[in-house]
């Protein structure tokens, strides 16, 4: 398993945009990377992959963030990033950084290992 650490969450108006980021503590080069997120009262729910090397850095999204939400990586910098813009009320939510070792590029929480202890994004009306 890797450490993760998000930043970049915040309080942002409807319309905004926000960037997230992810830093891994080693190298994760060859893993699926993704975002995950939980508004309060709900279960935690994907939100956007990549896969690693093997995979060609294939990208899935959910339907709801589609061209609104984009993700990328730094390998040498071991980090995601999750640019979010157009950002409604409805994408308030602790938004996680996931890692898969295994490089499935699964859209289910139980597709990954890792976890990052999550960021706020409040997106006000």
């Known amino acids: 398993q890797v450490q993760l650490v998000e930043s970049g969450g915040g309080l942002v108006q409807a319309g905004g945009s926000l960037r997230l980021s992810c830093v891994a503590s080693?190298?994760?080069?060859?893993?699926?990377m993704a975002w995950f997120r939980q508004a309060p009262g709900k279960e935690r729910e994907f939100v956007i992959t990549?896969?690693?090397?093997?995979?060609?850095?294939?990208?899935r999204y959910t339907d709801s963030v589609k061209g609104r939400f984009t993700i990328s990586r730094d390998n040498a910098k071991n980090t995601v990033y999750l640019q979010m813009n157009s950002l409604k009320p409805e994408d308030t939510a602790v938004y996680y950084c996931?890692?898969?070792?295994?490089?499935?590029?699964?859209?289910?929480?139980?597709?990954?290992?890792?976890w990052g202890q999550g960021t706020q994004v409040t997106v006000s009306s």
């Open positions: 996931a890692a898969d070792r295994a490089d499935r590029g699964r859209v289910e929480r139980s597709g990954y290992d890792s």
């Open positions: 080693g190298r994760t080069l060859a893993y699926t």
């Open positions: 990549i896969r690693g090397r093997g995979g060609l850095y294939d990208v």
